[in-house]
């Protein structure tokens, strides 16, 4: 059993931060890889990043890069989403997740990734 508990959105204003986190508990033999996903409504949900929880690489959208980071802590049982610069275009229900990938040095893709939690609320204002 793999459970994910999401925290850390809110509202903020365009051109601020957010750090979402994730709590990851279950065996860890069940999964490989973390990562983040996102959904605004009327829109289909879009992979945002991803981390290899052994080697720690690390996947971004485009739509991303330069601005958020994905990280995880040393006990491999928390991930975070640190979200800078952020745009209205950001705003959605954002989705921990987990999967598998293998070989872990793979480029992270969407279609890795089985495991969610219930989504936290980010929302950024013009």
């Known amino acids: 059993q793999v459970q994910l508990v999401e925290s850390g959105g809110g509202s903020v204003q365009a051109g601020g931060s957010l750090r979402l986190s994730c709590a990851a508990s279950g065996y860890t033999w069940k999964w490989n890889c973390m990562g983040w996903f996102r959904q605004a409504p009327g829109k289909e949900r879009e992979w945002v990043t991803g981390?290899?929880?052994?080697?720690?690489?690390?996947y971004y959208a485009d739509s991303v890069k330069g601005r958020f980071t994905i990280s995880q802590d040393n006990a491999k049982s928390t991930a975070y989403l640190q979200m800078n610069s952020l745009k209205p275009e950001d705003t959605a229900m954002y989705y921990c997740?987990?999967?598998?990938?293998?070989?872990?040095?793979?480029?992270?893709?969407?279609?890795?990734?089985?495991?969610w939690g219930q989504g936290t609320q980010v929302t950024v204002s013009s």
């Open positions: 997740a987990a999967g598998f990938r293998s070989p872990p040095v793979s480029p992270l893709t969407g279609a890795d990734f089985h495991y």
């Open positions: 981390i290899y929880v052994g080697n720690r690489m690390t």
